[in-house]
C-alpha cells in the first residue's frame, strides 16, 4: 500500500539567537506559503503534520485552511537541539561532523538522537495513516536525517542543495521508501 509523505522545509526565517521555538517567516517567506500552497492543494492530501516550532507550522498554514484541515504538532519532530550554548560557525561545526552521527555538541543532541526521535514518530504516522497522504511541516536537519534512515543517500550534499522552502514527495510501500521527488521548482 502507498503511503505519500510531503516533506516541508520551511520558508525563509529571521535567524535570531534564542528564538528557535517562536521565529517566524520573512516577508519573502511569507510569499512562498502562497506557493507552497499552490504547489500542493491538488495532491489530495488528507492529514497535516508538523514540527512543533513557529516557522515550520506558518509554512504549511496556507495548505491547512484552503483544505480545512487542522495542524497536528508533535514535539519530536522539532529540528535538532544544536546546543544550549551559542556556537560560533554553528552550520559549519553541523557540516564537518555530519557523518559522526553521534556527536553532539555541549547541552545538544546527536545526529543519532535527533534520527531516532523523529523516526519514532513517521513509523506511527506510516501506520496510522496508511494509505494516506500526508503534508509535514519540518526543518533542513531533521528532515535530511528522517529521509537518511530510509536511504543513505540522503546526506550533508541533500541537506547542504536544500532550499528554504523546499518540498519532497516521498513514495511508501509500509515502511519502505521507493520514491523521492523534488516538487518544489527551485527558483529561490
Ligand atoms: O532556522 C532556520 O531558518 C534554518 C537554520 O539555518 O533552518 P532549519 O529550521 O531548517 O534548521
Redesign the pocket.
Known sequence: MNTIIYMV??A??P?NEGTERTRGLTAKGKGDVEKITEILKEEGIDVIISSP?N?AILSIEGLAQHLELDIETFEDLR?RDFSSEIIENL?SVISDKFYDFDYSLPGGESNSECQNRSIAVIKNILKEHAGKKIALGT???VMTLMMNYFDSSYGLDFLNQLK?PDIYKLRFENLELKEGIRLWNGDV
Open positions: 522545509r520551511h525563509e526565517s535567524y516550532y516557522r529540528e552550520m526543518h533542513g536537519l528554504k
